[in-house]
């Protein structure tokens, strides 16, 4: 199948696909730009195709920053030796995926391999591992890994500001065209190896945000997901980053977005209603955004460990001398432990300040307890990580040289390199692991030492203990690590609290040993089950319903640059173009035209409602044409509307959805139902104003028929909870009175029952009807919830004899999105266009019948 994406919005606007040919392209296996991409030219943007074969075995494009591949040159011969990176998350996600589902790899290698040996290595890559490797000029990759990535984007998804040129420093748009650049490139490796419509892509982390919107300009049905394996911050703090816009609508390119928890995710979709004015739902467990017609599907799971392979290393006789070892080295000692990397985030000085305080306050502890602490060295670098550097140093030896005694040190501190399986003997013989880090993505670390304390029969051995006593362990961990919320048997700490976490750190040295046999056994359950085979299985899963509707769709794609998206829609949805429906108007004699004010004709975002000059023109010249019965139908008073359209002579109008209708501008007001008093109010009002004095921005709109609680300008997810909290308010009080209490855009309504615009069509067809004027073209068109009501009331009159046999019927909604209507346009701008179509086609139609006569709408 062909995939179809093109910017041309002359063949959108019309309706129809282009027919595409077949084209096949040649893509460079190796990407070597010396220079920068600009972020809006793509000549590859209109690609319809891969040189990929279509394949029948289910297959996975795993696309990362770096590949799960370790190199190595020969000294003798100076040839590249590859070997897999067991450590690496990429290839451990494999195990979930079955043995069925072919994986391919794209990224980066550690090592620099000169341009002259790119190709062999490539081949070499793609032959024996299934990797695609994406080779960046070592300036590019500064400025994009050193530069954007670590200067910019991962403190701030931290929660660290950029407040001074030390702090991250200022934005250097540099630094995003060289992200902007890499993004691109790996988007070209990608195309080599993909089969649009069979493949699956799946894209890891920050490093890539903007390669979703590359690989969806490309194929506008790729199969795509996404997981942010870092924190993402709230929207007061991501707003201050000035290509905020451009991610968030690179992100939304994906079909599935992960995060490890629901704080990550709630704060993603904070974003997305914040600066972009996206609302999603939540529809039998799964959440969803609806972005132009596509449901962008978001996924809340932890990452899990590979337990096997820990396991394996554990079952290691390097692992079962160096535990002796240890065990020997602490003999009479309690052991608590911390693993983490030297950076600013991980809290290592302020866990060392609570071990000094646990000295100070328990006194007892001294020559008991000891803190051995594994630094890792940073991933990034800069002055901040030698300040961390500085501070751990100095505090260590402060604190040694104040408890220390001979033969014991209170802090213990590695920072050296230790092989995987050193590390997993320390966590074997810790009584108490200790996570301090102040914001953390995940930190799998206490999920190693829950499995390393589970243990095997030699290490039971090798430590004298019982191999069938039920095993023990404490994790005292800070709630700000993505792991926090799924370790509910650990003791969790704000680290920031120096002394609340030296209390933690006591109270995990006293607990008793069933405390933390029950602790270890609940986590260890919970480690077990959810492993990074099930994170990725079910990832997967999840992945392939967000595609389910894929095929069913027609999509195209438009826009420009990091603007790009597609547009999916049902096959029954279409947009209505301007020379459709005048052909129509042209062939039909008696027509009725419903049209809707707020967000139709006028602008919902607009400071101004009064209408302006040029909509009362097209108004007034569409209801000179006698074939035509036309109305407008609103929401706002009936005062109002008479005193903005009172210049439209023969113009139908209907106040307040519907309950006020004038067919012309010397009729009487009328009332479409009856309704026998307004008692109601008094109870309604009252209510509204408790919730407008708690809602800054909020107000009551007070009709003759209903009352409104509008939101438009509060604080929109504060305004939107309370309009959920005064909905269910007033269907209570009000549960016993003869009124519907609906929620619109940014209102909530009360009404009269049975009180809404499909009555505004029922009456103008059955007006019509009577005078014997049988409609033969309808149009109605409508931008919210409200104007559903008239789609289906002209729906249903197609099959009724309301309308000539013949009738050609338009019912039109504002934008794409869920509606009953069948057609769709843009926005208020293509609506006065296509009205002023109408407008010209009666004009022509007057001068070559000047004899034509003119009639009022509705008597």
């Not at 050296?416 to 074997?428: I, N």
């Not at 009953?820 to 009205?835: G, Q």
Request: proline share 5%.
């Amino acid at each position: 199948m062909v995939s179809r994406s093109y910017s041309n919005l002359l063949d959108l606007a019309s309706g129809d696909s282009p027919n595409f040919g077949r084209e096949r392209k040649r893509f460079p296996r190796v990407a070597t730009v010396p220079g920068l991409l600009s972020e809006v030219d793509d000549d590859n943007c209109n690609s319809v195709g891969s040189d990929a074969p279509s394949i029948s075995q289910e297959r996975m494009i795993i696309v990362g920053n770096q590949l799960p591949l370790r190199a190595h040159r020969n000294a003798d011969d100076g040839e590249w030796s590859f070997s897999w990176d067991e450590d690496s998350l990429l290839l451990q996600l494999k195990d979930g995926l079955g043995e069925d589902v072919e994986v391919i790899y794209v990224g980066c290698l550690k090592e620099e391999v000169a341009p002259n040996e790119q190709d062999d290595v490539a081949q070499t890559l793609l032959e024996t591992f299934k990797c695609v490797p994406a080779f960046l000029p070592p300036e590019l990759l500064s400025k994009f890994y050193h530069g954007f990535c670590k200067q910019h984007l991962w403190p701030l998804f931290h929660y660290m500001l950029p407040l001074s040129p030390d702090l991250g420093g200022r934005f250097d748009r540099s630094l995003w065209q060289a992200y902007v650049s890499v993004n691109k490139i790996f988007a070209d490796k990608v195309m080599e190896v993909i089969s649009p419509d069979d493949d699956y892509v799946w894209v890891h982390d920050y490093h890539l945000m903007v390669l979703p919107t590359f690989l969806r300009k490309r194929f506008n049905r790729v199969k795509l997901g996404f997981f942010l394996h870092s924190p993402f911050p709230s929207s007061e703090i991501y707003r201050t980053l000035p290509v905020r816009d451009e991610l968030l609508r690179a992100l939304l390119n994906s079909d599935l977005i992960g995060f490890h928890t629901f704080d990550y995710a709630r704060h993603f979709l904070s974003c997305c209603s914040r600066m972009l004015g996206l609302s999603y739902q939540s529809k039998r467990g799964y959440i969803g955004l609806e972005y132009y017609g596509r449901t962008v599907s978001i996924k809340i799971l932890p990452v899990g460990i590979h337990i096997g392979q820990l396991q394996s290393v554990l079952n290691l006789p390097e692992t079962e001398a160096k535990v002796a070892e240890l065990r020997n080295q602490f003999r009479g000692q309690t052991v608590v432990l911390g693993v983490d990397d030297m950076d600013i985030f991980k809290g290592i000085s302020l866990k060392l300040l609570a071990m000094e305080q646990l000295l100070i306050q328990h006194p007892e502890n001294t020559g008991e307890v000891v803190l051995v602490q594994i630094a890792n060295p940073a991933r990034g670098r800069g002055r901040d990580v030698q300040e961390v550097q500085s501070e751990t140093y100095a505090t260590v030896k402060r604190i040694n040289n104040m408890f220390g005694r001979p033969g014991y040190d209170p802090v213990v501190l590695i920072d050296t390199p230790l092989q995987f399986y050193e590390r997993l003997a320390y966590y074997v013989i810790a009584e108490c692991c200790l996570v301090t880090a102040v914001r953390d993505g995940m930190n799998l670390i206490p999920y190693e030492y829950i499995i390393c304390r589970q243990g095997n029969e030699k290490l039971d051995e090798t430590l004298g203990l019982n191999p069938l006593a039920p095993k023990k362990s404490m994790l005292v961990v800070s709630e700000f690590i993505g792991c926090s919320p799924s370790l509910s048997g650990a003791i969790r700490v704000n680290p920031w609290n120096i002394d609340a976490v030296a209390e933690a750190m006591d109270s995990a040295l006293v607990v008793s040993e069933a405390e933390k046999q029950l602790r270890h056994e609940k986590h260890y359950r919970y480690v077990l089950t959810h492993d990074v085979a099930y994170w990725a299985r079910s990832f997967l899963q999840d992945l392939e319903r967000a595609c389910g509707d894929h095929l069913r769709r027609r999509c195209w794609g438009i826009g420009f640059g990091l603007g790009f998206r597609v547009i999916a829609l049902d096959p029954n949805f279409r947009k209505l173009s301007v020379e459709h429906i005048v052909s129509a108007y042209k062939r039909t004699k008696n027509r009725a035209i419903l049209l809707d004010y707020d967000g139709t004709l006028m602008p919902n975002d607009s400071l101004s409602t009064t209408p302006n000059i040029e909509a009362v023109g097209i108004l007034n010249n569409l209801c000179k044409d006698p074939k035509n019965f036309v109305f407008l139908v609103s929401g706002k008073d009936r005062k109002t509307l008479t005193e903005w359209f009172s210049c439209c002579e023969k113009l139908g109008i209907a106040a307040e959805n519907g309950y006020f209708i004038r067919p012309n501008r010397d009729a009487d007001w009328e009332t479409c139902i009856s309704v026998p008093d307004f008692d109601w109010k008094q109870i309604a009002e009252p209510v509204m104003k408790l919730y407008t004095e708690t809602t800054d921005g909020s107000a009551i709109e007070t009709k003759e028929s209903a009352l409104v609680w509008n939101y438009l300008y509060a604080d929109p997810d504060f305004g939107f909870c309370q309009a959920k909290e005064l909905l269910d308010h007033l269907e209570s009080v009000l549960a016993n009175e003869p009124v519907s209490v609906k929620s619109g855009q940014h209102i909530v309504e009360v009404k009269p029952q049975g009180v809404n615009k499909g009555l505004v069509a029922e009456h103008l067809l059955m007006t019509m009807q009577r005078k014997g004027k049988l409609p033969d073209f309808v149009l109605c068109i409508g931008d919210d919830r409200s104007d559903e009501d008239m789609f289906e009331v002209i729906m249903r009159a197609r099959t009724g004899p309301s309308l000539s046999p013949v009738a050609e019927v338009f019912p039109c909604s504002v934008g794409q999105k869920p509606s009953k209507a069948k057609y769709y346009v843009e926005d208020r701008a293509e609506i006065l266009r296509m009205l002023q179509g109408l407008a010209n086609a009666s004009e022509q139609a007057v001068k070559s019948t000047p004899q034509a006569s003119h009639r009022v709408i509705i008597d």
